[in-house]
């Protein structure tokens, strides 16, 4: 149980386009999940929290107008890189927390791997 | 604010060696602290978590037990494997604000046969 997926794993795309990344919990319904990004051996760095059905809330820096998120029901919540350029280019997790918050415990997708050209 | 400090890598080690990657955190309240790994292209795994003061975490032959007096919560293995190279990454998870995971940097590890 408690299964994370992403959707897609990876994409290629060209400067100035919009990428839609999907994160969905499978099997439990999420309160709330994350987005992270991950440079190359970096650690992850939480870019925002979402709350099904309200605005995400945003890390300090972290662009909202560019990474546009979206959770709509209790399991699906997507990232949308807008006119992404190469320094877009990253691992990008989502992660979510169960309505039964279990022990704080979140559950990690697999990740997708944006590259910008 | 809370934070993770775990040490840094690469850890270089032979098959069968004994493993121990130390971690400590601050924290204001008491969070659940946890254990990930990092396989190579792939998302984070959770390996162990505990929930409170003296709580022992194990799985796969991991285990790490929250130490509140020195606020540690250091990862060991007794022999590694080959197929334990990874990046292993401490975290806290607490409620700052809203809940949050705060993650350390990460320790890369490498088994060699």
């Known amino acids: 149980g408690a299964v994370v997926s992403q959707h897609p794993s990876w994409v290629i795309c060209k400067s100035g386009t919009s990428v839609k990344i999907e994160c969905r919990s499978l099997d439990f319904q999420a309160t709330t999940m994350f987005w992270y990004r991950q440079f190359p051996k970096q650690s992850l760095m939480l870019m925002a929290t979402?709350?099904?059905?309200?605005?995400?809330?945003?890390e300090q820096g972290v662009e909202k107008d560019k990474f546009l998120i979206n959770h709509a029901s209790l399991t699906l919540s997507t990232l949308t890189v807008t006119s992404a350029h190469p320094e877009d280019s990253s691992f990008y997790i989502c992660?979510?927390?169960?309505?039964?918050?279990?022990?704080?415990?979140?559950?990690f997708g697999p990740g997708t791997r944006l590259t910008v050209l | 604010g809370d934070s993770v400090t775990q040490m840094e890598g690469p850890v270089t080690l032979s098959e069968e060696a004994f493993l121990t990657i130390n971690c400590t955190y601050t924290a204001t309240g008491y969070p659940s602290l946890f254990w990930y790994v990092q396989y190579p292209g792939e998302g984070l795994q959770l390996l162990l978590k505990?929930?409170?003061?003296?709580d022992k975490g194990s799985n796969k032959g991991f285990e790490a037990t929250y130490r509140k007096e020195t606020t540690s919560f250091h990862l060991e293995k007794g022999s590694v494997q080959v197929s334990d190279s990874a990046v292993y990454f401490c975290a806290l998870s607490a409620n700052l604000g809203g809940f949050k995971t705060i993650f350390g940097a990460g320790t890369r590890l490498f088994v060699k046969a």
């Open positions: 992660s979510a927390r169960s309505l039964a918050g279990l022990y704080n415990e979140q559950f």
């Open positions: 979402s709350n099904e059905g309200s605005k995400a809330t945003y």
């Open positions: 505990a929930t409170k003061a003296d």
